[in-house]
């Protein structure tokens, strides 16, 4: 094994070679502070060095530790700022704060924390973290306190901890005035229906006056409304002050299939809006009671958010927590209860003909809602075609707890906790475990083992494997994807994993499955193209037959099978007909599934290889289920 650790790594100049830039936050989003510093990142995540590489967008050097030095060989010459995560190889964070503390007490420190971890940022804070933030987190917000920060050392001398400064927790209303003319406000008075501004000069605003793309800006956080109507202007001086009411409207969204670099255009459609004003009452009371659902806990989740603002970072934290606790056991059930009525008259409005006109009248109310989830959003946008991406599926497995609003957080998090979510993480494991269990079964025969995934995708699995391998097993995987670019992507991936055992092997090929299958029961060739060389220990397909039909099915499956070699192993799996949020994924999210039922199942896995050949297996729920076939 080949030692996975580097004491220093540049990742500016690395970033750089590979012809990589930041990410462009806008102009005169933030003040810029960061020219010529140096920030100091101690964390066993490269990737994570890398994004905040780009959040600094060049303007800064950053280092990373892969780890921290031995006790007395700290050296923090030269270092500006450090961000310092609390789980590290050899110790934890707040044992290296103290340490760091002792070195340098006024060096500005990050302390980054998971979700949930509360308690340990308010020990942080106690301990002397200038601020905490809790991972995952958006670019923008880490320049922002990056930015506080610099200037509270350059104002002060030294950075403060415990302070928000007035000017910090002030608040901005924007938006443009009747004339389209744009203007800056200070907000005095918000909530989520409603703001109170102070504008300077006197005559402009009338009552009645329309403000075209209004926004409020608190801290790292905005809030965006399609328009704000002046309900009083109060003259006071040289300057006026309005009540504004805000509203959101939102068109009927459609993606362009034929413009996926437009993302979303507006369509207007006599017969779609004819449609969806003739339908039945109940499956419009549905949709609307479900987006009202969201609406409100859209409203009480952005005032919590406003009221953090006049708290310092180890109180905020505190309050946070319990927020939090509460949505859990209380908001996310409200939730899933309104989809599960959703599911209902979804079922209905199919069976009736009319889940065209209703799944409009749906996306319309529940759009504002749910694209404030990141995971939502990427189903939603597709921007490499398909909704079952890489990235979408590394979301599933990854922090859930993300989002540029505490609204999209917490939504994101209810998505991503739901039974679909929960059994693609269990196939993840799943087919980890087979794996583990035939690479051992062959060392144990004193032979290598091969495992290949048909329709990989970027193998998290494998992935998983070669960060922690067997002992003394060797393995040769095959990662088998129809798109070059998520073949890019995987090798970009396993890259990023670090050095691998030397008794692992990774090799990646483009083929489609379909295609081979195809071939090898006409018994033509490939035409030029890849295909299986030998037999296999472990071969696996798990995702693609969601979107097969049964005859596909079938013959893919039997060809699988004759892949496997003597002793190994064939797992295949489709969703069944139990995943709960099914219609809301399909009519909302526009990801469609072929869903079967295990009896389903069954009788096609007897088709592709016989009765008695196989085991039928499920995650806890249910919700999607697999073959097992045994050579």
Known sequence: MRKVFEQMRFITDDLKNQGMRGLSIGPGSIDDELANLTVLVIDDDPSLGRLIERSMEDDARVLQWLDFPKEGELDLTGIDLVILDYVLPSRDGLLLLEEIRNVREDLPVIFMTGYGDGNIASKAIEI?????????????????????????????????????????????????????????????????RSAVVRVEGAGRFEVGDVLSAASVLFGSSKIDFTTGRVEQVIPDGDEEVLKVQLTREWLVVDRDEKKLESGYSCVHSEKGDRDRGELPGNLRLAAIDLAAVFREIHDDVTAFEVSLDRYSPGERVKVEEKFLGYAKETLYQRLTEAVIQFEGASELACSMGCDGAFQGFSRKLLYPHVLSSPFMSRIVERPIGVPGDFDMLGQILGARFRGKSLFGRLINEW?????????????????????????????????????????????????????????????????????????????????????????????????????????????????????????????????????????????????????????????????????????????????????????????????????????????????????????
């Not at 350059?154 to 209303?173: C, I, N, W």
């Open 128 to 192: 002397g973290a200038s601020e905490y933030i809790a991972k995952p987190f958006e670019p923008v917000v880490l320049r922002r306190v990056v930015n506080r920060l610099v200037r509270a050392k350059s104002d002060t001398g030294r950075s403060e901890p415990l302070k928000l400064r007035e000017e910090q927790r002030a608040r901005v209303f924007q938006g443009n005035d009747q004339n389209g003319d744009f203007f800056e406000a200070k907000l005095e008075g918000f909530d989520a």
């Open 415 to 631: 998505i991503l906790s739901n039974p679909a979510t929960d059994a693609y993480r269990h196939r993840v494991r799943l087919l980890e475990d087979h794996t583990r269990a035939v690479v051992k079964e062959c060392s144990f025969s004193g032979r290598g083992a091969k495992v290949m995934s048909m329709a990989s995708g970027v193998a998290y699995e494998v992935q998983r494997y070669v960060k922690n391998p067997e002992s003394e097993c060797e393995v040769e995987f095959t990662l088998v994807d129809f798109s070059e670019d998520t073949l890019a992507e995987a090798k970009n991936q396993f890259e990023g994993v670090g050095d691998i055992s030397d008794d692992v092997s990774v090799s990646f090929e483009q083929s489609s499955v379909i295609e081979l299958a195809n071939s090898s029961r006409s018994g033509s060739s490939t035409g030029g193209g890849w295909s299986p060389d030998g037999k296999y220990d472990v071969v696996y397909c798990a995702g693609l037959f969601d979107y097969l039909s049964d005859r596909m099915v079938i013959s893919v499956t039997r060809y699988l099978h004759t892949l496997v070699a003597d002793g190994g192993v064939l797992v295949v799996s489709n969703y069944t007909t139990k995943n709960p949020f099914a219609h809301f994924m399909g009519l909302v999210l526009d990801w469609k599934l072929i869903y079967r039922s295990e009896t389903h199942f069954d009788g096609l896995m007897q088709k592709a290889v016989g009765h008695g050949n196989y085991q039928l297996e499920t995650d806890k729920n249910g919700v999607e289920v697999y073959g097992v076939v045994s050579r």
